[in-house]
C-alpha cells in the first residue's frame, strides 16, 4: 500500500513533469492529470486554439473570479469522477502553478498528497524545449525562453509552489535516474 495516492508536481517548462508523470504512470499505474487540459477543455469549448499565452489568459480569469485554487477544484471534481469509475492506485497532478492550489489538495487529500518540484537547469530545460518544439508554447531564442519563464514565475508565483513543495527531485540527468529520485521521493525510501 502507497503512502501517497496523489502526487502534486510543480516545475517550469522543460524541468520534466511530462516525463515524471508518465513514470508514475508505468512504475505505480497512477493516473495522469494535467491541470492544463482542463482549461484546455474549456478554451477549445469556447472554439479558441488552447496557446500557452490564452491558458494562462484563462487560466488568471478563472483564478481572479473563482479563487487562486480554481484549476485545482477542477481537476479534483476530475479525480473524484475517475475514483468512482476507475478507482486506480493514484493520480499524479501534472502543472500546479501556485501555493493556493497545492494548499488546496494538501487541505482536501490529507497525508495521501505529495506535492514535488521538478527542477532541471535552465540550459537544460532550453534544450528540452527546442527539442520538444511544442507550437504555441516553447519559445525558439533563449531570449524568449528567459522571457518566459520570467513570465511563469512572475504571473503565478510559481517560485513560491516550487520553495514549498514537499519534496524536491533533481532531474539533470537520463529518465533512469529520474524514475529512481521519483520512487525515492514517493516511496520514502
Excluded at 19 to 33: K, S
Excluded at 86 to 107: C, L
Aim: aromatic letters at 8%; glycine letters at 8%.
Amino acid at each position: 500500500m502507497l503512502r501517497y495516492k496523489y502526487v502534486g508536481l510543480v516545475g517550469l517548462p522543460g524541468s520534466g513533469k511530462d516525463l515524471a508523470a508518465e513514470i508514475l504512470r508505468e512504475e505505480l499505474g497512477f493516473v495522469p492529470i494535467r491541470m492544463s487540459e482542463e482549461l484546455s477543455k474549456r478554451i477549445r469549448e469556447m472554439g479558441v486554439n488552447p496557446t500557452r499565452d490564452k491558458l494562462r489568459e484563462f487560466g488568471m480569469k478563472l483564478r481572479r473570479e473563482r479563487g487562486a485554487y480554481a484549476i485545482a477544484e477542477m481537476v479534483l471534481e476530475r479525480i473524484k469522477e475517475m475514483e468512482r469509475e476507475i478507482n486506480p492506485p493514484g493520480f499524479v497532478i501534472n502543472g500546479i502553478r501556485n501555493v493556493e492550489e497545492i494548499d488546496f489538495f494538501r487541505k482536501k487529500l490529507g497525508s495521501s498528497f505529495l506535492s514535488l518540484t521538478i527542477y532541471a537547469p535552465r540550459d537544460l530545460r532550453y534544450v528540452r524545449l527546442l527539442r520538444r518544439g511544442r507550437r504555441g508554447f516553447d519559445k525558439e531564442t533563449y531570449e524568449e525562453f528567459l522571457l518566459e519563464d520570467r513570465r511563469e514565475v512572475e504571473t503565478f508565483n510559481l517560485g513560491n509552489a516550487m520553495i514549498l513543495a514537499d519534496k524536491l527531485v533533481i532531474n539533470d540527468k537520463d529518465s533512469e535516474s529520474l524514475k529512481y529520485a521519483l520512487l525515492r521521493a514517493i516511496l520514502d525510501i
